[in-house]
Every structure is written in structure tokens, then in C-alpha cells.
């Protein structure tokens, strides 16, 4: 991979202040809903020990992403937001960060896009989508 691409992925990673790794836990929580440290560790790619996965859900709970309950000795881990409120602040960052707020740059880039290649009935789903916020006068 060259230094252009990694410095890339590297940027890319901290957009939403996360790590890769701490990117990865949240989307296994999000996922299953809920996790043990062993559930997560289980479901890491190159996963690393018990005890600095511990430490990683930990740092997730300081950073206001997951949350945990007691269920006897262990600890539960769940996404501290919804699923839907999440996406909804994903989308308005990258909206903000690289369409500069603007919903047509981003589905003219989704669109220009040839490795996502829609299917006749996504497109005619999205029409009707569009047909519905102009109805609705959004």
C-alpha cells in the first residue's frame, strides 16, 4: 500500500475520533446489540488479548460510544446510541466533511460510483423516495 493511501486510511479512521480497531468493536456491538469482552474478542479480525479488548470497550464507554450493564461477574457491552441516530450523525459528518452539506454532490458521487452499481429496483426505490420528499415539499 503506498503512503498516500495509508496516510488516507489513517485520516479516514480518526474523521469520527476512532481508531480502526475501536471502529471495528462498535460495529460488532452494533451487530449483535449486545457482547461479553469474549464475545467481542471472539469476532476480531487479529484479535488481541482478553485484557486489551477490556480496555478498548472501556475507552469506547469513556468516548460516550458504548455503555455496559453487570450480568452476574460479567460486563455486557451495548452501543450507547442507537443504530438509526448513529447513521443519521455518520451521514451528516461525511455530508459536512466531503460534500460541503450538499445530499446531490453525495448522490451524484454514490451514483458515479461503478463498485456500487444499483439494481433497476434500487433506483426505482430511491425515485420514489425523491418523488415522496418533493410531495412533501422537503
Do not use: W
Not at 500500500?1 to 475520533?17: F, I
Not at 469476532?43 to 479488548?53: C, D, F, H, I, K
Request: no cysteine.
Amino acid at each position: 500500500m503506498s503512503a498516500k493511501k495509508t496516510a488516507s486510511k489513517r485520516v479516514e479512521s480518526r474523521a469520527d475520533g476512532l481508531s480502526r480497531r475501536e471502529r471495528e468493536i462498535l460495529n460488532i456491538l452494533y451487530r449483535k446489540g449486545r457482547a461479553t469482552v469474549s464475545d467481542v474478542q471472539d469476532r476480531l479480525t487479529e484479535a488481541p488479548s482478553y485484557s486489551a479488548v477490556r480496555a478498548m470497550l472501556r475507552i469506547l464507554e469513556e468516548k460516550g460510544h458504548a455503555t455496559h450493564e453487570e450480568d452476574g461477574q460479567r460486563y455486557v457491552y451495548l452501543p450507547a446510541v442507537s443504530r438509526e441516530r448513529a447513521k443519521r450523525s455518520a451521514l451528516r459528518h461525511v455530508l459536512h466533511t466531503f460534500f460541503d452539506n450538499s445530499a446531490e454532490h453525495a448522490i451524484s458521487a454514490l451514483l458515479g460510483d461503478s463498485s456500487s452499481t444499483m439494481s433497476a429496483e434500487e433506483l426505482d426505490r430511491i425515485a420514489a423516495m425523491v418523488e415522496e420528499a418533493r410531495k412533501e415539499g422537503r
